[in-house]
């Protein structure tokens, strides 16, 4: 079956409107039956709990009564003989009318002896006539316990009653009893009738043996059972729980519980159809509310599929027509792929040869490198060559000073020798002076001045000869000094300039390491640039079979644009042929030949350029035509 765009979108809408609205409203009312039945069970035994509580609080209260009145003196004095509690019993007797007037609910008050015999009581008809010797209540009373008995019926009324008796006590010893008969009639009527649970439930108690003693239904009190009805099983087996039965063809709820002073049980009941009356008016509220939402959804449903089908068929119309100017922009950027991946294989191969000429280069580099580091080297060891012949050409001028210190203290000893011989030769002329004018006697003394004159001649002689070759030697000592001086100066020179080389041959060996490092960066450079270019070269490669692909993509997108005008039409059409498929385009070889053979790289080819600016004002026109699209 075909359908067209609207039914396409109305029909899914509507059924998951449907959906929702049932799973709601199961939902709701399922989960509101639930809480429902739990907030019913929990006020149920709310009220079982607290109607019990009541009825044991009232029984307890009038048990403390009566053990209150029994304990008054006057309660004593009646018990006396007469004619001492004549007067006495009168006055009780008169008390109790009142109480029972006053409260209502005593059926009977009555003071009784030991023997069972009414002194006293608010009927004054059984006085001296009523006799309850036999009853258990009043033996055990009798016997010294505040009692209270189980339920009878009252002969008088026919209602249930209950007797609280307590005893009358002179010190330790017991003289008398006083019971009184409450009336199970007035507290049902006035305490567990006035309880309402919804609409028709009502609370009723029944005694130890399962004998009903108040219920709304008169004719069951004091005559029904729990064993009379299948449902009551569960009553008589546990302390309290919670049963389901059906009476009267009415299905029932109840909670029940049992006193453990009284022995009574109470039974709190409720018909199943009120409990559950609010939940079906929540499941019909909701039922009215889900198809009045069904037909809000429906008419809004309808308008969402005309108003989407319309502008969408408006704009298959328009795809239409783009899509056949894709088909021919893709077939020119395919030619434009080819034509890129050709040029980039191109210049891959450039790249490579470019990359070998460089590596060549590194390593003449790296050889000039290694030969100034050497240089420098060589250099570095003339330079402390040179340091070291500095030094010794110091320490010898240093010498050589010490030596011409040495030849002046020389020159200045033969001075002194001179010196000494002059004098010597003066002495040994006074001498022979002094030996002439001695005659015969000094002639001995003449020989030895004579002697003495040529021995200090010869010194003087010697000291003068050694005096002017000292002097010769001091001045040649002297000219060595001076030649010293200017080796140590020219040497310094040298010194200094070969520091200088050294300095110059390190700047070189450093240049040629930082241009070593410059190259090999550049070749890393270039390497990657290769590894780019051959990327690039499969990347054209890749983007040329893209834009195949891209020209068969947009045939196949003309196809579907005719698949979704019948989609919105609900009809079967087919897209009008674009224009026809372009044969593949040859593979573009990816070796350095192929690239050598390849045509010209793309930048060259000036066809490109019109075809990729006629196709993008189409492209634009279909985009603002689809965003004019919601709006139509």
């Known amino acids: 079956m075909n359908l067209n765009l609207r039914n396409r979108i109305l029909l899914p809408i509507l059924a998951l409107l449907i959906a929702v609205i049932v799973v709601l409203t199961g939902t709701s009312f399922f989960m509101s039956r639930r809480a429902l039945d739990a907030s019913t069970e929990t006020q ?132 008398g009893v006083l019971f009184a008969s409450l009336d199970l009639h007035w507290l049902s009527a006035n305490l567990l009738d006035k309880i309402k649970v919804l609409e028709t439930g009502y609370v009723f108690l029944y005694d130890e043996k399962g004998l009903f003693i108040t219920h709304p239904e008169r004719g069951l009190i004091m005559t029904a059972k729990l064993a009379d009805f299948e449902w009551a099983a569960p009553l008589q087996r546990s302390a309290s729980g919670e049963v389901i039965y059906a009476y009267k063809g009415v299905e029932k709820m109840a909670r029940f519980a049992n006193s453990p002073t009284l022995h009574w049980g109470l039974v709190v009941n409720v018909p199943v159809s009120e409990m559950v009356a609010p939940v079906y008016r929540i499941g019909r509220i909701n039922l009215v509310l889900g198809l009045g939402a069904l037909v809000m959804g429906t008419a809004i449903a309808l308008f969402l599929a005309r108003s989407l089908a319309r502008p969408i068929q408006e704009i298959a119309v328009q795809l239409n027509t783009c899509s056949s100017e894709t088909i021919s922009a893709a077939a020119q950027v395919s ?130 000869e050694t005096a002017d070759k000292i002097e010769g030697a001091i001045a040649k000592t002297t000219q060595g000094v001076q030649i010293s001086g200017q080796v140590t100066t020219r040497l310094a020179e040298i010194v200094e300039k070969v520091r200088q080389v050294d300095g110059l041959i390190a700047e070189v060996a450093t240049a040629s390491r930082e241009q070593n490092h410059g190259v090999q960066q550049i070749n890393d450079s270039i390497g990657q640039m290769d590894k780019v270019v051959q990327t690039n070269a499969a990347s054209a490669e890749e983007s040329a079979a893209a834009a195949e692909e891209l020209n068969a993509q947009a045939l196949a997108l003309n196809e579907i644009i005719g698949q979704l005008r019948g989609l919105v039409d609900g009809k079967t059409t087919h897209a009008p042929a674009g224009a026809p498929a372009r044969p593949p385009a040859p593979a573009v070889a990816s070796s350095a030949s192929a690239a050598a053979a390849a045509p010209a790289p793309v930048a060259a080819n000036p066809g490109l350029v019109k075809p990729q600016g006629a196709a993008r004002p189409a492209a634009e026109a279909g985009r603002d035509l689809t965003l004019q699209a919601p709006s139509a």
Do not use: C
Not at 44 to 72: K, M, P
Not at 100 to 110: E, I, W
Not at 141 to 147: N, S, T
Not at 434 to 457: D, T
């Open 44 to 175: 149920l035994q709310y009220i079982g709990d607290q109607s019990l509580h009541q009825v044991e609080s009232w029984i307890e209260g009038q048990r403390t009564d009566v053990t209150h009145w029994a304990a008054q003196p006057h309660m004593l004095a009646a018990l006396r003989p007469a004619p001492e509690g004549g007067p006495a019993r009168a006055a009780v007797s008169a008390q109790l009318s009142d109480a029972s007037r006053l409260y209502g609910f005593y059926a009977n008050l009555q003071l009784v002896d030991l023997n069972g015999l009414t002194l006293s009581s608010s009927n004054p008809d059984s006085i001296g006539q009523l006799n309850v010797a036999d009853r258990q209540y009043f033996k055990d009373a009798a016997a010294g316990k505040v009692v209270i008995s189980e339920v009878l019926q009252s002969k008088s009324t026919g209602n249930p009653i209950v007797v609280v008796a307590a005893p009358v006590k002179d010190g330790p010893a017991v003289r």
């Open 335 to 464: 030619d434009a792929g080819q034509n890129l991946a050709a040029g980039a294989n191109q210049q891959a191969s450039s790249l490579e040869e470019t990359s070998t000429s460089l590596k060549e280069m590194a390593a003449t580099t790296k050889r000039n490198a290694d030969n100034a580091k050497h240089a420098n080297e060589l250099a570095r060891t003339a330079r402390q060559a040179a340091d070291a012949g500095s030094s010794d050409m110091q320490a010898m001028s240093l010498a050589m000073t010490e030596i011409k210190r040495s030849s002046d203290d020389i020159a200045k000893i033969i001075k002194t020798i001179d010196e000494i011989a002059f004098q010597t030769n003066i002495l040994a002329l006074n001498a022979a002076v002094e030996a002439a004018r001695a005659g015969e006697a000094g002639m001995g003394f003449a020989v030895v001045a004579e002697e003495v004159r040529a021995l200090a001649q010869r010194s003087a002689t010697a000291a003068q």
